[in-house]
């Protein structure tokens, strides 16, 4: 089991910036891709950012291409999500998560197996 725990969430204006953590721990041996996503109210959860952990490779929504980069500290087992240029529409619970499933770099939730509780992220206009 790989337990996955997040950071860095909270309120910001739009214009503004914040960088998520999330923290893999129990057995993270296989691991394939560690992926951001996020699900606002009354709305479906989506994909935001996937990152391989073994090799080179990102994939971002459409939504948050320039403004979101995923990166990672294999020495830590952290992966982060830095977010600028914040928008309101960018409020929403993300989530951070964990997949050994090859064909994981994609905003498919079904490709991941092990998932974060989820911090909050509020951005007021």
């Known amino acids: 089991q790989t337990q996955l725990l997040e950071s860095g969430g909270g309120s910001v204006q739009a214009g503004g910036s914040l960088r998520l953590s999330c923290t893999a721990s129990?057995?993270?041996?296989?691991?394939?891709?560690m992926g951001w996503f996020r699900q606002a109210p009354g709305k479906e959860r989506e994909g935001v950012a996937t990152?391989?952990?073994?090799?080179?490779?990102?994939y971002y929504a459409d939504s948050v291409k320039g403004r979101f980069t995923i990166s990672q500290d294999n020495a830590k087992n952290t992966f982060y999500l830095q977010m600028s240029s914040l928008k309101p529409e960018d409020t929403a619970m993300y989530s951070c998560?964990?997949?050994?499933?090859?064909?994981?770099?994609?905003?498919?939730?079904?490709?991941?197996?092990?998932w974060g509780q989820g911090t909050q992220v509020t951005v007021s206009s």
């Open positions: 998560a964990a997949s050994r499933r090859f064909g994981c770099l994609t905003a498919d939730e079904a490709k991941y197996d092990y």
């Open positions: 129990g057995y993270t041996y296989g691991t394939v891709c």
């Open positions: 990152i391989y952990t073994w090799r080179i490779g990102t």
